[in-house]
């Protein structure tokens, strides 16, 4: 392994580190703020973050290249925000009746849904995403219910935004290769911010006292999760096997158990437990499947040429 390898390990393992202690971040910033208000500061934050680093790029010959033109980069940062918001929003409001561990990995789901979703698409989608699947959906029943088939409503918020941020992926799959990711993930936040602030606005209580009070989580959530830790995995995916990306950027449910267990003191049953590692195994079958039983990289062309899907992406 050589020392750029490594080094965009690191990167991708601090970025599952930040990301899956943002779900503690998210839960304690609602002691002081709502879950859309909360959105929109951290997104705005985000956005905020990316300003410089988009005049830097487009200073430079790559990023002039890579500018399309102004009014299909909004549009497609309107339709990217718009899922996110949905996601966002789904996740946010459900850790309010769920723990930053389940949460976690509820969400990381989304590796395995993709893939599924991607058949409507006419996407090829092989074994080892139905196996995964499997796992995963024995694991949710493990993480989620006690013995009998009641699941706690943040559960179902925070799954059903699973679904909406394997949507998120798919779309920005497409749109990515059409234009600069940066100006993209820009929109897309600006776009999040302002339908969670109008909503938050609507629906909450925003006082600048209690954004001062909650500056902390707000803060980790904005510019720690959505402004470095998206810039770290764009530069961390440049040169990482995508093996590597997958078993690293899963480790983000890891970390979110492991935030609630050590800041909120969250606990997890010996069930829970199982749970939690059949659908980190179920994430990691999904990804890993063409590496292990063909040979080929996760993200190489399938024989009709299209793409596989290999889900490596958050923001």
């Given at each position: 392994?050589?020392?750029?390898?490594?080094?965009?390990?690191?990167?991708?393992?601090?970025?599952?580190?930040?990301?899956?202690?943002?779900?503690?971040?998210?839960?304690?910033?609602?002691?002081?703020?709502?879950?859309?208000?909360?959105?929109?500061?951290?997104f705005a934050l985000g956005a905020l973050f990316l300003l410089p680093l988009i005049a830097f790029?487009?200073?430079s010959a790559a990023g002039r290249a890579a500018r399309a033109d102004r009014r299909e980069i909004i549009l497609g940062g309107l339709l990217a925000g718009l899922v996110l918001f949905t996601g966002a929003s789904l996740q946010q409001v459900g850790l309010l009746y769920t723990t930053a561990g389940n949460a976690g990995?509820?969400?990381?789901?989304?590796?395995?849904?993709?893939?599924?979703?991607?058949?409507?698409?006419?996407?090829?989608?092989?074994?080892?995403?139905?196996?995964?699947?499997?796992?995963?959906?024995?694991?949710?029943?493990?993480?989620?219910?006690?013995?009998?088939?009641?699941?706690?409503?943040?559960d179902l918020l925070v799954l059903a935004g699973a679904f909406f941020w394997a949507g998120h992926v798919l779309v920005i799959g497409w749109l990515s290769p059409k234009m600069d990711s940066f100006r993209l993930a820009f929109y897309q936040y600006a776009a999040c911010a302002s339908l969670s602030l109008v909503v938050g606005g609507l629906r909450e209580i925003i006082t600048l006292d209690a954004i001062f009070r909650g500056a902390a989580p707000i803060l980790y959530g904005g510019v720690m999760s959505v402004g470095i830790a998206y810039t770290l995995q764009v530069v961390g995916q440049k040169h990482a096997p995508s093996s590597h990306a997958a078993?690293?950027?899963s480790l983000e449910a890891v970390f979110a158990a492991v935030g609630g267990w050590l800041l909120l003191g969250e606990r997890l049953?010996?069930?829970?437990?199982?749970?939690?590692?059949?659908?980190?195994?179920?994430?990691?079958?999904?990804?890993?499947?063409?590496?292990c039983f063909t040979g080929r990289a996760a993200d190489e062309c399938d024989d009709s040429g299209e793409k596989g899907f290999t889900v490596l992406d958050r923001g």
């Open positions: 392994m050589n020392a750029r390898t490594v080094k965009s390990d690191v990167l991708l393992f601090i970025t599952a580190l930040i990301w899956g202690f943002a779900f503690v971040a998210q839960r304690v910033g609602m002691d002081y703020v709502g879950p859309f208000t909360f959105n929109g500061a951290r790029r487009s200073r990995f509820i969400t990381g789901l989304y590796v395995v849904i993709v893939p599924i979703l991607g058949i409507f698409f006419s996407q090829r989608t092989d074994t080892g995403t139905w196996v995964g699947a499997a796992l995963a959906v024995a694991g949710l029943y493990l993480l989620c219910t006690t013995g009998g088939m009641t699941v706690s409503a943040g078993i690293l950027l049953t010996s069930r829970q437990y199982l749970g939690c590692t059949l659908m980190l195994l179920g994430m990691l079958v999904s990804q890993l499947w063409r590496v």
